[in-house]
């Protein structure tokens, strides 16, 4: 099995993130009748801030991202973006891995995590699993919500991935 890796996204990797979206989220939206094959890349450009995004490699081919954006003025939780794996690559962990690291860090800073993810995907199992409760839907997304649990043991340094200013390991 190949080996794979995080590292913190830059603006050139934007073009290589869209195709992963476009695959990942084709399924998805085709069921939901909302696939257009330039408006699903086009809304990862229009979103894309590289300082909130890891990006997923495999031996050095991107195969996916995750993004943190921090809470903004008037927010009350941080907001976890832009979360795609190709599919050649699911199954493996890796999503596993990545939201837990990403959770870990959010709950040693006490950070509330929201999310939406599209009906009828299978991401939301994943995300459930890791604590994340409906907070509202509607006929194209699902609103999810995660509290911080405190967690004792923590120390700085102890997580290769930072959010809120992404560092990966």
């Known amino acids: 099995m190949a080996e794979w890796s995080t590292r913190q996204a ?5 073009e290589a993130v869209a195709e992963v979206r ?4 084709r399924g998805d939206l085709e069921r939901l009748g909302r696939y257009d094959e330039h408006r699903v890349r ?3 450009r229009d979103g894309w801030m590289p300082g909130n ?3 997923v490699e495999e031996d ?3 195969v996916g991202c995750v ?3 921090p809470a903004g003025t008037g927010e009350d939780a941080d907001w976890l973006e832009h979360f795609y794996l190709d599919p050649r690559v699911q199954g493996r962990g890796i999503g596993t891995a ?7 860090a959010a709950d040693r800073d006490g950070r509330r995590v929201r999310l939406n993810v599209l009906q009828g995907s299978a991401a939301r199992r994943l995300y459930e699993r890791h604590g994340f409760e409906l907070e509202k839907e509607d006929a194209v997304d699902v609103f999810l919500v ?11 340094g102890e997580s290769g991935l930072r959010v809120g200013g992404l560092r990966s390991s």
């Open 42 to 44: 086009q809304r990862l």
């Open 67 to 69: 993004a943190l954006r």
């Open 53 to 55: 995004t890891l990006v």
């Open 10 to 14: 830059t603006e050139a990797d934007v």
């Open 22 to 25: 476009a695959v990942a989220l």
């Open 146 to 156: 995660r509290e911080p649990r405190p967690r004792y043991g923590w120390f700085e």
């Open 98 to 104: 990545l939201l837990g690291g990403l959770l870990e």
């Open 60 to 62: 050095g081919v991107v």
